[in-house]
């Protein structure tokens, strides 16, 4: 898996992958308390998700060619 981004959020951390077959986004939410929770979207899912902003659309970009 390629790391991707990393978001810091107020009570969260948000990581983010790409699959080593470059079909899959994974994203793991660290939450407060230990708590962990993990989702999987497939990449053109994810890329399609109104929210996901430019910026990192370039980056999953960038580790796709990569």
């Known amino acids: 898996m390629t790391l991707i981004d990393i ?3 107020e009570k969260s951390v948000v990581e983010l ?3 080593k077959d470059k079909t899959h986004i994974k ?3 660290c939450l407060t ?3 962990c929770k993990e989702y999987q979207y497939p990449v053109i899912d994810f890329l ?3 929210e996901v902003s430019r ?3 370039n980056k999953i970009a960038i580790a796709m060619a990569n």
């Open 7 to 9: 978001k810091n959020n």
């Open 17 to 19: 992958y790409l699959s």
């Open 33 to 35: 308390n230990n708590r």
């Open 27 to 29: 994203e793991i939410k």
């Open 48 to 50: 399609q998700n109104s």
């Open 55 to 57: 910026t990192l659309k």
